[in-house]
C-alpha cells in the first residue's frame, strides 16, 4: 500500500482502499500520536450521510477505545463542525469520515488536531507510519482500561450558535436557493438561513446513503442554476458532501466560484478594517484575474500548494486573516481553523444584505481570465511517474512558452482523486482551450490509463 494521506485526508473506495480494518488501526495509530498529555485522551468523530460512514464510524472509534482514547460521536455534522466543536468539548482530537465532493462510493477520513486545524504533514507521516509498519507501541488496553464511547448530537447546536453569531445582520429579504448535496449541510442549513432570516428554499436535502453529491453541490451546478432564474431567486448557494466548501450562482444563474467570493469578501472585510495586512491567501490555481484584483486594490497575494489547510498554514505563520480556493474552500481566520461553506455563505449573503447590492454587481469586482482544467484518469503508478517523465515535461515547457507573460499552465497530481489535473489560463480562449488539449493528451498517451 502506497502514501495513505493526500492533499484533504485518506480517501479512496469504502470497503476497497479503505476497510475497517484499517480503519481501525488509523484510529489506534492517531491515539498514539495525538493522545496529548491525558491518560484518557479524548476525540470527537463526525460523519457524513455516506452508507459506509456508519462502518467507518465504528472502526476508528474501535481502533481509539482499544488503546484507552474516549469517543464522542456527533453524528452526521459538516467537516467545519467537527474541528469547531473539538475546542467547545475539550477533545485532543477529532476526525472527520467524509470524502468531500466524491462520490458515495468513495469516504474518507479527515484528523484534526486539538487546536481544530487539520494535521500538519509530519504528524500524519507518524500515523502513516505507524499504521504501514504495524509498528504500534501502545498495547491494547484490557478490561477497565478500554475507551468508552457515547454520543452528543446536541453538540452541534453550538456549531449553529456560532455561525449565526458570525453575522449580526440580518438576511432578511433575501431570497435563497440553498443546495446541500444530500450530504452534511442537511442536517444544519435549514435552521440556520431561516433563523437568519433569509427566505430559503433547499434542494438535495433528502439524503439516502447513496445521493451524495449526486447530480448535485457544488460540483453539479446546473440544477441549481436553473432554480435560481426559473424562481427569481436572489441568489443560489451549494455546498459539497461535508459542507467545507461553497460556490454560488447569481440572480442571472451565472456561477460564482471561490476566486469571485474570495475578492467581494476581500474588499469588504479591508474597507471594515478587518482584513489583517491587507492581504489575501490563495493557491497555485487561484485564478489570474484575481491577483489583477489585488494588484488595482493594493493588497497582497500570497499563493500556497493547493488545499485549505496550507491555506490556512501561511495565514497562520503570517498573521493573515482570510483566504481560500477557487473550489470554494474559504478561511474567515476570525472565525473558523478550516474551510467552511455554510460560514462561507452567510458572510457573502450578508454583504449583499447590508449594502443592498445584487450578487452580480459585487462579482463585477474581478475580471476572470479565460480557463480550461482537464482531468485525466491515471494509476497510481502514472501518478508517481508524473515526477520525471520527460515528455510530460517538454510539453509543459512547451505550452509556457507559447503562451507568455499572458497565461500559464500548471499540471498537478490530484490529491484527493486517481487523477492528474492539467490547467491552462490565458487572456485568449482558443488558445488556451488548445494548449491545454494538447498537453492533456500528453499526460493521457504517457501517463493515464
Excluded: W
Excluded at 414 to 440: F, H, K, N, W, Y
Amino acid at each position: 500500500m502506497g502514501r495513505l494521506f493526500g492533499t484533504d485526508g485518506i480517501r479512496g473506495v469504502a470497503g476497497e482502499m479503505l476497510t475497517c480494518e484499517l480503519a481501525t488501526k488509523i484510529g489506534r495509530a492517531a491515539a498514539e500520536v495525538l493522545s496529548g498529555l491525558r491518560r484518557r485522551p479524548l476525540f470527537v468523530i463526525g460523519k457524513d450521510t455516506r452508507m459506509s460512514s456508519d462502518m467507518l464510524e465504528s472502526a476508528i472509534a474501535a481502533g481509539l477505545c482499544s488503546v484507552g482514547a474516549d469517543v464522542i460521536f456527533l453524528g452526521v455534522v459538516p467537516t467545519p463542525a467537527v474541528a469547531y466543536l473539538i475546542g467547545k468539548c475539550k477533545a485532543d482530537a477529532g476526525v472527520m469520515i467524509s470524502a468531500s465532493h466524491n462520490a458515495a462510493e468513495f469516504n474518507g477520513i479527515k484528523i484534526f488536531g486539538g487546536d481544530g486545524v487539520k494535521l500538519p504533514d509530519l504528524l500524519e507521516e507518524q500515523i502513516e507510519a505507524i499504521v504501514l509498519d504495524g509498528a504500534f507501541r501502545l498495547p491494547a488496553s484490557v478490561g477497565t482500561d478500554m475507551g468508552q464511547a457515547r454520543y452528543n448530537t446536541e453538540a452541534i447546536e453550538y456549531y449553529i450558535n456560532h455561525l449565526k453569531s458570525t453575522v449580526p445582520f440580518s438576511l432578511s429579504g433575501l431570497r435563497v436557493a440553498v443546495d446541500c448535496a444530500n450530504g452534511s449541510a442537511s442536517v444544519t442549513a435549514k435552521r440556520l438561513f431561516t433563523e437568519l432570516g433569509a427566505q430559503a428554499e433547499f434542494l438535495a436535502c433528502e439524503p439516502d446513503g447513496t445521493n451524495i453529491n449526486h447530480e448535485c453541490g457544488s460540483t453539479h451546478l446546473d440544477a441549481l442554476k436553473a432554480y435560481v432564474v426559473e424562481h427569481g431567486m436572489d441568489a443560489g448557494v451549494a455546498f459539497d458532501g461535508d459542507a467545507d466548501r461553497c460556490l454560488c450562482v447569481d440572480e442571472n444563474g451565472e456561477e460564482i466560484d471561490g476566486d469571485f467570493i474570495m475578492a467581494i469578501c476581500a474588499e469588504d472585510m479591508r474597507a471594515r478594517g478587518k482584513l489583517e495586512h491587507n492581504a489575501v491567501v490563495g493557491t497555485i490555481m487561484t485564478n489570474m484575474g484575481f491577483s489583477k484584483f489585488c494588484e488595482e486594490k493594493g493588497l497582497r497575494f500570497v499563493a500556497t500548494r493547493v488545499g485549505d489547510r496550507y491555506v490556512l498554514e501561511e495565514m497562520l505563520r503570517s498573521g493573515y486573516s482570510f483566504g481560500g480556493e477557487q473550489s470554494g474552500h474559504l478561511v474567515f481566520r476570525d472565525f473558523a481553523t478550516t474551510g467552511d461553506g455554510q460560514l462561507t455563505a452567510i458572510q457573502l449573503l450578508s454583504i449583499m444584505a447590508r449594502r443592498e447590492v445584487r450578487l452580480s454587481e459585487l462579482a463585477s469586482v474581478m475580471q476572470r481570465y479565460p480557463q480550461e482544467l482537464i482531468n485525466v484518469k491515471v494509476s497510481p503508478e502514472g501518478k508517481i511517474a508524473f515526477y520525471t517523465d520527460p515528455c510530460v515535461h517538454e510539453a509543459t515547457e512547451r505550452a509556457r512558452h507559447e503562451l507568455g507573460e499572458n497565461g500559464r499552465i500548471i499540471i498537478r497530481v490530484s490529491g484527493t482523486e486517481p487523477l492528474i489535473r492539467v490547467m491552462v489560463e490565458g487572456r485568449d480562449i482558443e488558445q488556451v482551450r488548445r494548449v491545454c488539449r494538447e498537453a492533456a493528451e500528453v499526460v493521457r498517451r504517457n501517463l493515464g490509463n
